[in-house]
């Protein structure tokens, strides 16, 4: 499968933005979606991560009640709405593809078959 993530830019702290990561080449709803970001000079950390039902969701303690993952399977498209934008959530962000059809969730990277190319979310203090 194929990932192309979009939607990152520059905002001000307190603000808003939508990721979109559209997937392409097989089967959409076969796979368990992630996010994932780095920053300069760390490793990258999870984010958040959606089965391939939609039905549950999981996030990293420093961005629960802060951003939501949802996805189309319809529309092959994962989508991260991240609100109360801080600072420190300044990074590249990735998303991520696992083959797996079950209701488990991974945060670790080495777990996921397939990364998009990342896109550059900044916030500005």
């Known amino acids: 499968v194929q990932l192309q993530a979009s939607g990152g830019g520059l905002v001000q702290a307190g603000g808003s933005l939508r990721l979109s990561c559209a997937a392409s080449?097989?089967?959409?709803?076969?796979?368990?979606m992630g996010w994932f970001r780095q920053a300069p000079g760390k490793e990258r950390e999870f984010v958040a991560a959606?089965?391939?039902?939609?039905?549950?969701?999981y996030y990293s303690d420093s961005v629960k009640g802060r951003f939501t993952i949802f996805r189309d399977n319809a529309k092959n498209t994962v989508y991260l709405q991240m609100n109360s934008l801080k600072p420190e959530d300044t990074a590249v962000y990735f998303c991520?593809?696992?083959?797996?059809?079950?209701?488990?969730?991974?945060?670790?990277?080495?777990?996921?078959?397939?990364w998009g190319q990342g896109t550059q979310v900044t916030v500005s203090s």
């Open positions: 991520a593809a696992k083959d797996y059809i079950g209701y488990n969730y991974y945060r670790s990277p080495s777990d996921y078959d397939y």
């Open positions: 080449g097989r089967t959409f709803s076969n796979y368990l």
């Open positions: 959606i089965p391939w039902s939609g039905r549950s969701t």
